[in-house]
């Protein structure tokens, strides 16, 4: 079994930053390249991430690199797996949606670099890596864009798609690659266009950490939208990050109508659905036991143990030898001819109820409300009583960089390095809210009652929001509410239990039963008497299973949220927007700002900017 090594050293530098030197023309001191290459030549977990500023260098500085690395270079490139099905032992994570498009455009990259050269670990031509990269790579494009993003809106995850598709833009030598790479670019921009604050990327999250979400100025993606959009805080590019092939690449240009999206001041409301039910994933692709279309979009969606993909799991997991893997080494106890022979793995994930099952990402329905002074973001009835992970059910970010948001807390599953950081205090739910939101008000009903399940801890009774009182201007406690004012925005929280204050920055309600509200308004709109006015003549309230708040209302039975006493549908298009609305699965994605047309068909390769 490979070495398991901490996030603190997966997280180090991804790009030699001398990188920027050699874009400039320059020479440099090679010894950042050797230790990028000692890293993949590890297996480490992410050493793909590494092997993207290794292969920019390869297509584009190598008259600036000593023939002794280069050779390094070439070697380590040659030797590396690049899929989980090859050869050979590694600590590496192939499968989550970024993963899955890095390693396929590496592969493709490395393959049309070096077409004749025999690829050490599979002792296959470069010629089939580069053709398995782009058959990869053509059913990840094509999914992404019928479907969205299975790790939607992460702050973190995004800059693991940008890099990828920023180095096939550039350096692709199929059409169909490039073109297809730029149009998924296209989307991404678009989400962080749609979905910023003032250049930070806050909305509700598939996959988000605690630091990204409790400061805003830690996120990710700051650099990629500094540069697509002059856009947030960063003053200086970071080339140790995976970002850094976005900031050097020369060739991809942001369409003008998702520059203006984001810089659009104008209040709005934006709803958008990414990814699927798990219930709706053998109804997309025709082939329902393939491992490499049905299989790996389902482990994009980390849904390894769910009932609905334990069996083909499975068959994946002992198929590709799988049992040493340090991310999947607890699947050997499922891999059992009795079970599978007598039909037993859906009864015993029925039976155990393991908490894993809340590690799947599924399709989520987010609202968002934009106003020039706050954002509140909310996936709608997102899987709700269930385990959790690492998904952001949502928040409020407030005047510049000032976050709120709610959870349940929860500790990791496993202890070892490669899953001991998610779900926690702060990160995810241990169980999953009811949330709904409208316009600028959001009710979170937390039902702590669930059964317990296989590798749980115990479970706390209580649900939190980070409430970081040093950052506002103004604090005002009332027995029914808490208000925070920063700069012209204010936000008001209210509890169905009392609210008690722990720490600097941590608000709790004790129970099994809980629910917060939060409205946020802007001082332009609302003035301080008028909302703490409104503030103490609500309440919340529940009856039952039903949980009301104003004119939203919360049925824990039902799985169901109303508005004015009518039942509202929380099932979304790909987008509804004052921008543009696409139906889901859609042919043909066409964006409108003022008197300009985006227009992007990615089986018929179009992307075209027109002027009506």
């Known amino acids: 079994m490979f070495e398991d090594i901490p996030m603190s050293i997966k997280m180090t530098h991804k790009t030699f930053p001398e990188i920027k030197e050699l874009h400039a023309g320059n020479r440099i001191d090679e010894s950042g390249i050797l230790d990028i290459l000692s890293y993949i030549d590890h297996r480490y977990d992410c050493a793909d991430f590494r092997l993207i500023c290794i292969l920019r260098s390869l297509y584009q500085y190598q008259t600036l690199i000593s023939k002794e690395t280069l050779n390094q270079m070439k070697k380590t490139v040659l030797g590396f797996k690049y899929h989980m099905a090859d050869p050979g032992f590694d600590g590496m994570c192939f499968w989550s949606e970024n993963h899955q498009l890095i390693f396929s455009a590496c592969e493709y990259l490395a393959g049309s670099l070096y077409p004749n050269e025999v690829f050490t670990n599979t002792k296959a031509l470069g010629s089939f890596h580069k053709d398995r990269g782009y058959q990869h790579l053509m059913y990840w494009f094509k999914t992404r864009f019928e479907l969205g993003f299975v790790e939607f809106h992460s702050n973190t995850y995004y800059e693991e798609d940008v890099a990828p598709l920023s180095l096939l833009i550039e350096f692709g030598r199929d059409v169909e690659i490039q073109k297809q790479a730029t149009i998924l670019m296209d989307l991404l921009m678009l989400d962080f266009a749609l979905l910023h604050h003032k250049g930070y990327f806050s909305a509700a999250s598939g996959r988000c950490y605690d630091k990204q979400k409790m400061d805003p100025n830690q996120q990710d993606v700051l650099d990629i939208i500094q540069k697509a959009f002059d856009l947030g805080p960063i003053q200086n590019y970071d080339y140790t990050r995976l970002s850094a092939d976005f900031i050097l690449n020369s060739v991809y240009q942001v369409p003008q109508v998702i520059k203006g999206i984001a810089r659009d001041h104008t209040t709005k409301i934006i709803q958008d659905s990414n990814g699927l039910y798990l219930s709706e994933v053998t109804n997309y692709f025709k082939q329902k036991k393939d491992y490499y279309t049905t299989g790996l979009y389902l482990w994009s969606m980390e849904a390894f143990t769910n009932h609905e993909s334990i069996e083909l799991t499975i068959d994946m997991f002992h198929d590709w030898q799988l049992k040493h893997n340090t991310f999947l080494k607890d699947l050997k106890t499922f891999d059992n001819v009795i079970f599978k022979k007598f039909h037993l793995l859906k009864p015993l994930v029925g039976l155990l109820n393991p908490t894993t099952q809340g590690v799947a990402i599924e399709r989520a329905n987010v609202y968002t409300y934009k106003h020039k002074d ?129 720490g600097a920055f941590e608000l709790r309600q004790m129970g099994k039963y809980t629910a917060w509200a939060m409205t946020v308004v802007s001082l332009d709109d609302v003035s301080l008497a008028d909302f703490k006015l409104r503030l103490s003549r609500s309440a919340l309230i529940k009856d039952k299973h039903r949980y009301a708040y104003q004119n939203i209302e919360i049925d824990t039975k039902s799985y169901t949220a109303f508005y004015q006493n009518q039942m509202v549908n929380t099932e979304y298009p790909r987008l509804a927007s004052p921008f543009g609305t696409l139906e889901r699965n859609p042919s043909t994605i066409q964006i409108h700002y003022a008197n300009q047309t985006l227009t992007l068909n990615i089986k018929e390769l179009i992307r075209d900017e027109s002027i009506s």
């Open 374 to 502: 706050f954002m509140l973001s909310t996936a709608q009835m997102y899987v709700p009583k269930s385990f959790g992970d690492q998904h952001h059910v949502g928040g409020a970010i407030l005047d510049q960089n000032t976050s709120v948001f709610i959870t349940h807390p929860a500790k990791a599953f496993f202890k070892d390095n490669s899953r001991n950081f998610s779900p926690s205090y702060w990160v995810g739910n241990g169980i999953m809210p009811f949330a709904y939101q409208h316009e600028n008000t959001a009710l979170y009903v937390f039902d702590l009652t669930p059964r317990s399940g296989l590798f749980e801890k115990k479970r706390a009774l209580f649900t939190h929001a980070y409430f970081p009182e040093a950052q506002f201007d103004e604090v005002i406690t009332q027995s029914n509410y808490i208000i925070g004012v920063k700069g012209k925005a204010m936000i008001g929280i209210q509890g169905l239990n009392p609210i008690e204050r722990y």
